[in-house]
């Protein structure tokens, strides 16, 4: 799915030799703007399993318009799961409207708390973050540009989320006492599993979790029969532990860089 005429017209003249190499032929290739999704009538909403993005949200226009229509796309139990770039606090007009900034991916980054928010508000009840890196901006003038206009305390960061339509989902971790054990069933995965940045999951081994993860692993058809689920909701202890709100974000280490003539990459 893109705008971009060009990138679709090089799509789809790929598209037979990886049908021939993968042993799948069932890729389809739409153009449109991510913010009208339900215009197009091919895509049928309840219908998808997983929704996969990478650093795109950043530039559209109306993003809780987005996140709406993939709630609405995926199936009971499916998951948005995309990468992108978020700050550390809101991005101040006279910068969004900057246009080298805008190549770089930058000037439509959300606060990652207004991104929480707005997915809790399209239906993501629970939002998880699996992995994040602070972002290094390289280009010197993008980097004399937000200290010259006053803002030399935006940081940005590349994140990556899964997004559950899960109706169960509490607007917090609450915990009933319960737990599930991984069976190291899944391909490439054998010694563990990673939910989130919270979650990482060893074959074989006891994990108690909160509801809301029980309700994710146990809802999603790619990932129940992969895990053995012990307890029940019948009784209620509070909230989980480890259920915070502050900055997600981990500023110590850095794999993503932005920069360059050619735009930004992220990872």
Known sequence: MTCNSSILDAAREQKAYHAKKFGFDNTEFY?????????????????????????????????PAVLKACYELLKPGGEMYFSDVYANQRVPMVLQKDSTLWGECLSGALYWNDFVNMAKKAGFSDPRLVEDAPITIQNAGVRDTVVREGFGSLEFYSATYRLFKVEELEPACEDYGQAVIYKGTIPRMQSEFKLDNGHVFETGKVHPVGGNTWYMLEKNPQLKSHFTFIGDFSRHYGIFEGCGTSLPYDKQSSSCTKGGSTGASCY
């Open 31 to 63: 153009q449109g703007y991510l913010e009208s999704l339900s215009d197009i009538e091919a895509l049928e909403k309840g219908s998808f399993d997983v929704i996969m993005s990478n650093c795109v949200m950043n530039l559209c226009t109306d993003k």
